[in-house]
Each structure stands twice: as structure tokens, then as C-alpha cells.
């Protein structure tokens, strides 16, 4: 990869029932992401993704790019914005923004209905030791 | 109404996760995750790996049992109604493979106030148990209308 060059975007869509199989794998039960009655009583749409989940994707991603080992992410941070929502298509994307002796960093960020959900999103990839 | 921050500085006691083979493939089902090394022993073993190894956000679940208390501690003083999660950071050190007990303990990094929103950094370390870095994150909690 070099400095400039795209990652292979990567597309989701999360079904209705995705936040109640991720609350029970990540042990994240917070009831605005499991009950879309409580979440509008908030004043949110319906019942949100994790953070967490979303960021997850951006995890795949860039893992997939550097070829699909895990040991090849060595750092990633995200910020959150606005909320995703299940149903709905996410795309992952990304741009090198930095490449020297092996290293890579990559600014990643994931959309959904024209919304950038994470932002700021910077991945540094390093070949597995 | 500048925000409470008596609790910077706090460190919590470590708390220990053992890793489970079934626990990583529930995980990584439930984020997308397809790669054999995940799912199936043989292919993690082929890959380089002592056993099936964590997705790298799996860190979220083995970290779960030290950031709970510190995030929940009522002398950090967040308020849950206006909490977001505003930001997220891991640095992954030595994979993590099912067998493996994972130690992490949590601190309190910084507490401010900007524009009306408090802004609550937490600091997460994981060790296997040889004493290696697995996995430090930066938590970053957002309270609006502090």
C-alpha cells in the first residue's frame, strides 16, 4: 500500500436482531440498543447500534487490507458521531495516508444514509512479527 | 458549572477474564468476523497461533470487568441520561488466544469540561499472564449539559 492509495471499501448491513447478538457477545446490554420502545422514549430513532460494533467494522476493514491477520492492526482510534442504526447499509472506507518501511496508516471512515457514523478514524498497520 | 474532577488519577483493581475458544466465535459471528482463524483450531494453528485467537475488538469484552467499575464509580459522577461514547482508542500488543487469562486494570486519565460537555478519559491495561501487553485502550466518554 502506498501513501494515497484507497483500501477495498467493505459494505454491512446489520439486521434488525445484530445489536441484540452483539449486546450478548460484547456483554453491552444498555437498553438503547436493545429496546426500540425505551430508545424513542429517549428520543432516539429506535434501537441504535454499538459504537463499538461500528468500530469493529472498521477493524475489519483495515485488517482486510493488510491482508487479513489480525496481528497486522497494531492501532486504532475512532471517534463517534451521530448513531447507526440497524437495517441500514454501512460502508467502510479508507485512504493511506502514510506508508514508510512497512508501516501504513490509514484514515478510515464509516457511513450510513449519507451520515459519517465514525470519523477521524486512524488505523496504523504493521506486518505480523 | 465547571465538572467534578476529583477522580482523576483513581486506578481500579485489576480484573481477571479467562479467554474461551467459543466465547472468541460467538464475538467474532456477531461483528462479521469470517476468517477460519477464529472458528477452527486447526486453521489458527496452520495461521501461527497456540489456539483460536480474539479478533482485536474482542479486547472490548475482556476489558468489560475492570472498565464497568471505573465508569460506573459514583465519585466519577457521570450521569448515564446524557452519556455518549465519544471516542475509542486500542494499541494491541501480543495476540490473545483462547486459554489465555487476561488481566486489566482501569484508571481514571482525565476528567474536563469544554463547551457545556464533560469530557471523561478512561485508561485501560491488559496483560496475558506472562506479564505482556496485550491491549491499552482510551476510553472517552462525553456528558452533555454538565
Same mark, same amino acid.
Given at each position: 500500500?502506498?501513501?494515497?492509495?484507497?483500501?477495498?471499501?467493505?459494505?454491512?448491513?446489520?439486521?434488525?436482531?445484530?445489536?441484540?447478538?452483539?449486546?450478548?457477545?460484547?456483554?453491552?446490554?444498555?437498553?438503547?440498543?436493545?429496546?426500540?420502545?425505551?430508545?424513542? =422514549?429517549?428520543?432516539?430513532?429506535?434501537?441504535?447500534?454499538? $459504537?463499538?460494533?461500528?468500530?469493529?467494522?472498521?477493524?475489519?476493514?483495515?485488517?482486510?487490507?493488510?491482508?487479513?491477520?489480525?496481528?497486522?492492526?497494531?492501532?486504532?482510534?475512532? =471517534?463517534?458521531?451521530?448513531?447507526?442504526?440497524?437495517? =441500514?447499509?454501512?460502508?467502510?472506507? $479508507?485512504?493511506?495516508?502514510?506508508?514508510?518501511? $512497512?508501516?501504513?496508516?490509514?484514515?478510515?471512515?464509516?457511513? =450510513?444514509? $449519507?451520515?459519517?457514523?465514525?470519523?477521524?478514524?486512524?488505523?496504523?498497520?504493521?506486518?505480523?512479527? | 458549572?465547571?465538572?467534578?474532577?476529583?477522580?482523576?488519577?483513581?486506578?481500579?483493581?485489576?480484573?481477571? #477474564?479467562?479467554?474461551?475458544?467459543?466465547?472468541?466465535?460467538?464475538?467474532?459471528?456477531?461483528?462479521?468476523?469470517?476468517?477460519?482463524?477464529?472458528?477452527?483450531?486447526?486453521?489458527?494453528?496452520?495461521?501461527?497461533?497456540?489456539?483460536?485467537?480474539?479478533?482485536?475488538?474482542?479486547?472490548?469484552?475482556?476489558?468489560?470487568?475492570?472498565?464497568?467499575?471505573?465508569?460506573? +464509580?459514583?465519585?466519577?459522577?457521570?450521569?448515564?441520561?446524557?452519556?455518549?461514547?465519544?471516542?475509542?482508542?486500542?494499541?494491541?500488543?501480543?495476540?490473545?488466544?483462547?486459554? +489465555?487469562?487476561?488481566?486489566?486494570?482501569?484508571?481514571?486519565?482525565?476528567?474536563?469540561?469544554?463547551?457545556?460537555?464533560?469530557? #471523561?478519559?478512561?485508561?485501560?491495561?491488559?496483560?496475558?499472564?506472562?506479564?505482556?501487553?496485550?491491549?491499552?485502550?482510551?476510553?472517552?466518554?462525553?456528558?452533555?449539559?454538565?
Amino acid at each position: 500500500m502506498n501513501e494515497g492509495d484507497s483500501i477495498p471499501e467493505l459494505k454491512v448491513t446489520p439486521d434488525k436482531y445484530l445489536p441484540h447478538r452483539y449486546a450478548g457477545a460484547s456483554g453491552d446490554f444498555n437498553p438503547i440498543h436493545v429496546d426500540p420502545e425505551l430508545a424513542r =422514549q429517549v428520543g432516539l430513532p429506535g434501537n441504535i447500534l454499538h $459504537g463499538l460494533y461500528t468500530m469493529a467494522q472498521v477493524a475489519r476493514a483495515n485488517t482486510a487490507a493488510a491482508g487479513g491477520d489480525p496481528r497486522s492492526l497494531r492501532r486504532l482510534e475512532v =471517534q463517534f458521531r451521530g448513531m447507526g442504526v440497524p437495517e =441500514q447499509e454501512i460502508t467502510v472506507t $479508507g485512504t493511506v495516508k502514510e506508508a514508510r518501511d $512497512g508501516r501504513v496508516v490509514v484514515d478510515t471512515v464509516a457511513e =450510513q444514509g $449519507g451520515k459519517r457514523i465514525i470519523r477521524n478514524a486512524e488505523a496504523v498497520l504493521e506486518p505480523p512479527v | 458549572m465547571p465538572v467534578d474532577d476529583k477522580a482523576r488519577g483513581k486506578a481500579y483493581p485489576a480484573h481477571e #477474564y479467562e479467554v474461551g475458544r467459543e466465547k472468541i466465535s460467538e464475538f467474532a459471528h456477531a461483528v462479521g468476523e469470517d476468517n477460519p482463524v477464529y472458528f477452527d483450531r486447526e486453521a489458527a494453528r496452520a495461521a501461527g497461533f497456540r489456539d483460536v485467537p480474539a479478533p482485536p475488538m474482542f479486547a472490548v469484552v475482556y476489558c468489560a470487568g475492570a472498565m464497568g467499575p471505573a465508569i460506573l +464509580d459514583p465519585e466519577v459522577g457521570i450521569n448515564f441520561m446524557a452519556m455518549v461514547h465519544g471516542g475509542q482508542e486500542f494499541v494491541w500488543g501480543e495476540p490473545v488466544c483462547s486459554g +489465555d487469562t487476561i488481566s486489566t486494570t482501569a484508571e481514571v486519565k482525565d476528567i474536563s469540561e469544554r463547551g457545556g460537555m464533560g469530557f #471523561y478519559i478512561f485508561e485501560s491495561v491488559s496483560t496475558n499472564s506472562d506479564g505482556r501487553e496485550v491491549a491499552r485502550g482510551t476510553w472517552t466518554n462525553i456528558v452533555r449539559g454538565v
